[in-house]
């Protein structure tokens, strides 16, 4: 007998995503890959295989070199004019919505393999403000997020907002009358949600955003560590006459750009990038980058820049952390040490702090009366960040959340309910 239709709870983040649904009112988390309750939202064009592959298959592809287009960090795309711009990719004519779209199908496809359960409606945890400098392009989000899970096979959406989920999952580290701040601070974007907790619920005071997040960091310390030595800030010399000027800061600031990257391998951006070779009083170091270019060596680059950012965060390693270049040439390693990782991200971490000061504007509570920190979302590890936010919160206590699953946590919980008439 065929399962009745329910709810998936999609939590469609920016590195990793994750899924859910209610059963017996409880929240049940779907594995998506073996023994993952995560996989990260990337997908990788196979050239050779014509197929595409998703999760951490489209990572492992990259790493081994397969020949394809590696994707990540879609969701920073949503109520950009990218979104609907149209390329071949396998003999197919896909815009971003089609790719989004794709990706959210495999996940609804294997959660209906592994429950036997159809889920014809989908409740999507989305971000408090995907723009926050932009209220069109924050609705226009919207909308094309809407237009994926349509792509996808779902029925109908409805959107919950990702700190409010990730508020329901913890609530039970809370006491009643708590004043809880959840601070989710994922991929592409922070975003915070004021509580208190009520009974066995929880009543939303306010919630802001921020569009900052992990990406932002790892965008950060390319542009101020591993380019310099690509060329960014040398000299090219003018091709009649002793002048020169500075290499273009755009080719760098999109190389630095998880979801760019896929977008600078085109034949007009390597021919500039041979003329700069051709001229630059550096050339070994714009050879590099058009090595990069040539070789799609882009997102290897960002993966060593992650990794060395998440080495450099951890108090406990015993080796000085670096960014490992060797993929580039044998060798090329940049230190990266703790006190450098704080310096480069600091600003960025006072930035998050301010908004969540600014989510009390205007509800009569202070910074003091905030008993709980509730911090969820993979960025929210670094240490900076929780410094930035103990200082502007000095009486809360921290609480570190399931990182990765409490927003699927709390949207599974909602799901049942989601579509109530």
């Known amino acids: 007998m065929a399962q009745p239709s329910h709810t998936l ?44 592959v998703y999760g951490a298959p489209a990572q492992a592809a990259l790493i081994a070199g397969e020949e394809g287009r590696y994707m990540r960090a879609l969701k920073g795309l949503l109520g950009t004019g990218l979104m609907r711009e149209s390329r071949m990719l396998l003999g197919r004519r896909m815009d971003f919505i089609d ?12 959660a209906e393999t592994a429950t036997g359960t159809t889920f014809e409606r989908a409740l999507s945890g ?54 809880g701040l959840i601070v989710d601070i994922g991929g ?12 066995e619920g929880i009543d939303v005071i306010a ?6 997040g992990g990406t932002d960091f790892d965008r950060a310390l390319s542009l101020g560590q591993v380019m310099p030595l690509l ?48 001229y630059a009083a550096e050339p070994d170091k714009l050879q590099r980058l058009r090595h990069v270019l040539e070789d799609q060596l882009g997102h290897d680059v960002a993966f060593a820049v992650e990794a060395g950012k998440i080495a450099a965060n951890d108090s406990k390693a015993l080796a000085l952390p670096e960014i490992d270049l060797s993929v580039l040439e044998t060798g090329l390693r940049v230190p990266l040490p703790a006190a450098l990782l704080v310096h480069s991200l600091t600003g960025m971490a006072e930035e998050i702090a301010d908004a969540g000061l600014a989510t009390l504007q205007g509800t009569g509570l202070d910074p003091q009366d905030v008993t709980r ?29 399931a990182a990765l699953t409490a927003i699927v946590d709390g949207l599974a919980m909602a799901s049942a309910d989601a579509f109530a008439t």
């Open 9 to 52: 709870g999609v939590d469609f983040g920016t590195s990793n995503s994750a899924v859910g649904f209610a059963k017996a009112g409880k929240a049940r988390l779907i594995d998506l890959e073996t023994d993952a309750q995560t996989m990260p939202t990337a997908v990788f064009f196979d050239f050779d295989a014509r197929k595409i």
């Open 99 to 110: 790719i989004i779209g794709d990706f959210l199908a495999e996940m609804k496809r294997r």
């Open 126 to 179: 989305r971000p408090v403000l995907f723009h926050s400098a932009s209220a069109a392009r924050n609705a226009q989000a919207e909308v094309d997020l809407r237009d994926c899970y349509l792509a996808a096979g779902f029925k109908d959406v409805a959107f919950m907002p990702e700190p409010e989920a990730a508020a329901l999952a913890n609530r039970d580290v809370l006491h009643p009358g708590d004043v």
């Open 188 to 199: 592409g974007t922070s975003d915070f949600t004021l509580f208190r907790q009520k009974g």
């Open 207 to 212: 919630s802001n955003g921020l569009r900052l």
């Open 231 to 278: 060329g960014h800030g040398s000299q090219i010399k003018h091709a009649f006459g002793s002048g020169t000027h500075a290499a273009p800061n755009a080719i760098f600031a999109d190389l630095a750009t998880w979801q760019k990257i896929p977008f600078l391998y085109g034949a007009d951006t390597r021919r500039l990038v041979a003329d700069l070779v051709k």
């Open 373 to 401: 920190l509730v911090l969820v979302g993979g960025s929210s590890l670094m240490g900076v960040v929780n410094q930035a936010l103990t200082r502007v919160f000095p009486q809360a206590e921290v609480h570190q959340g």
